[in-house]
């Protein structure tokens, strides 16, 4: 299950979560939801991580960056993927394991 919750109300829910990376993204000054979208990096079947990368590097600057993993978000992880999370702050993004 992926559950987000901001200043106490559920954004990402386990109903509404989906397998792979949810990620929501708030605006850096006022904190207003500007992304809310999830990206199924598990299977081969959708190429979601080409759409993760280009979601990441379209994020302003100042922005905050949440992120949330459901069942299993590595296997078809792209190392795009991982570069781009790298490239603002993420260092153990090496580490996620299956499950």
């Known amino acids: ?10 954004i990402v ?10 990620l929501i993204v708030l605006n850096g000054s006022d904190h207003k939801v500007i992304l809310n979208d999830s990206y199924n990096t ?3 079947k959708r190429d979601d991580s ?14 905050v960056v949440i992120a949330s993993i459901k069942d ?7 190392t795009g993927v991982m570069l781009a999370f790298k490239a603002m702050g993420a260092n ?8």
């Open 92 to 99: 153990d993004l090496w580490k996620l394991g299956y499950k």
């Open 42 to 44: 598990y299977t081969a």
């Open 13 to 22: 829910t386990g109903e509404n979560s989906r397998r792979g990376i949810n």
């Open 72 to 78: 299993d978000g590595q296997k078809n992880m792209s």
């Open 1 to 10: 299950m992926a559950t987000i919750k901001i200043n106490g109300q559920e």
């Open 50 to 63: 080409s759409r993760l990368v280009k979601d990441l590097e379209s994020i302003p600057n100042g922005s």
